[in-house]
């Protein structure tokens, strides 16, 4: 078990392009159980490699934890493609590992349709609606160097860069790993 530190806003991979992954080798099994381990240890429901410092396309997402959720397995996504997104819009409050102690209203698709390989390297290919649909598209954000700032409005981002601010330069208390400035 390893819990590797996530990294926050204003860290330079957070705005990098996640890199495809040719073959699924240990290596990145290894990667996948500690990026795993580390949304555990930090109560996440989901976590892009690049919030713990991996360049390659994947993230895992588990709602277990989550109202309606009870049964919900824990899932992988490696080279993730949004193929779809609903027209139907729904506005709900996000936070993210990697900007501790900030909420914000995001605007996301209530229905998307998403394909991905899963860690035996099949192609999958499934729908998902509702919460489980916000945290793909919000982890699919990360992978291509968005995070929720970008989201908003440039007035709500305004009103959230003192917080941001704060973030950046470690001024925030929380009770997981995060890397040094
Ligand atoms: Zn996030």
């Known amino acids: 078990m390893a819990i590797i530190p996530i990294t926050v806003y204003g860290d330079k991979i957070l705005r990098q392009k996640a890199k495809p992954i040719n073959q699924v080798t240990d290596e990145i099994i290894v990667k996948i159980k500690n990026m795993l381990d580390t949304m555990h240890n930090a109560y996440g429901v989901g976590l892009a ?7 390659e396309s994947m993230f895992v997402v588990d709602l277990n934890g989550v109202d309606g959720y009870k049964d919900f397995k824990p899932v992988v996504m490696i080279n993730p493609e949004v193929l779809l997104e ?3 819009k729904v506005i709900y409050e996000e936070g993210c590992l990697s900007l501790p102690t900030l909420r914000a209203d995001v605007e996301r698709a209530e229905i998307i349709k998403i ?4 860690t035996d390297e099949n192609v999958k290919e499934i729908e998902a609606d509702d919460f489980f ?12 160097g968005k995070m929720i700032p970008d989201r908003v409005a440039a007035s709500v981002k305004k009103k959230l860069q003192t917080e941001l601010n704060k973030i950046t330069n470690r001024e925030v208390e929380i009770d997981y790993e995060i890397t040094e400035k």
Not at 115 to 118: N, S
């Open 49 to 55: 490699a690049n919030q713990v410092g991996y360049s």
């Open 86 to 88: 609903s027209d139907e």
């Open 115 to 118: 394909r991905f390989l899963d």
């Open 133 to 144: 649909a916000r945290v793909i598209l919000h982890e699919y954000d990360h992978l291509n």
